[in-house]
Nanobody
Framework: QVQLVESGGGLVQPGGSLRLSCVAS????????MGWYRQAPGKERELVAR???????NYLDSVKGRFTISRDNAKNTVNLQMNSLKPEDTAVYYC????????????WGQGTQVTVSS
């Protein structure tokens, strides 16, 4: 079984920074694309950023230049550095990984709350 555990959420003032981390554990052969999604109240879950096994990245337009995704393959970890946070970034943030463990499957973290407010 594979588990993803997120950390790093919290309350921050507008303009502040937070760093989210997500660690995968269990019976893992390899990990492909890693990503961060978010879901605000009353809205659908959306892709914030993703990084491929080769290091290629994609970002939601509204976070470009403010957020940076990175991965540490040796530690099965994906990080999201969030700078210049805005109130509209408030949401529950989820990590997702494509994991080869016997077969290939998508795995989600439990979610971590990010609140941007003064």
């Amino acid at each position: 079984q594979v588990q993803l555990v997120e950390s790093g959420g919290g309350l921050v003032q507008p303009g502040g920074s937070l760093r989210l981390s997500c660690v995968a554990s269990g019976s893992i052969f390899s990990i492909g694309t890693m990503g961060w999604y978010r879901q605000a109240p009353g809205k659908e879950r959306e892709l914030v950023a993703r990084i491929t096994s080769g290091g290629g990245t994609n970002y939601l337009d509204s976070v470009k230049g403010r957020f940076t995704i990175s991965r540490d393959n040796a530690k099965n970890t994906v990080n999201l550095q969030m700078n210049s946070l805005k109130p509209e970034d408030t949401a529950v943030y989820y990590c997702r990984m494509t994991v080869t463990s016997g077969g290939i499957g998508y795995y989600w973290g439990q979610g971590t709350q990010v609140t941007v407010s003064s």
